[in-house]
C-alpha cells in the first residue's frame, strides 16, 4: 500500500482520515475482518 501511497501522493493518515470521514457520513461501511483464531485481515468496504 506504501508505493500506491506515494504514486499519487496522499499520506496513509490522509487516507485513514477521509475513510472515517466517508463513514461518519454514511457513505461507506467499515467492517473488520478476523481470522478464525482472532488474526486480523483486511477490513471490508461497503459503499452505500
Not at 481470522?35 to 468496504?45: E, H, I, R
Request: charged share 25%; proline share 2%.
Amino acid at each position: 500500500m506504501r508505493n500506491g501511497l506515494a504514486a499519487v501522493g496522499i499520506s496513509r493518515a490522509a487516507v485513514s482520515r477521509n475513510m472515517h470521514l466517508l463513514r461518519e457520513n454514511g457513505l461507506i461501511e467499515i467492517t473488520p475482518q478476523l481470522t478464525d483464531d482472532g488474526g486480523k485481515l483486511a477490513n471490508k468496504y461497503i459503499l452505500k
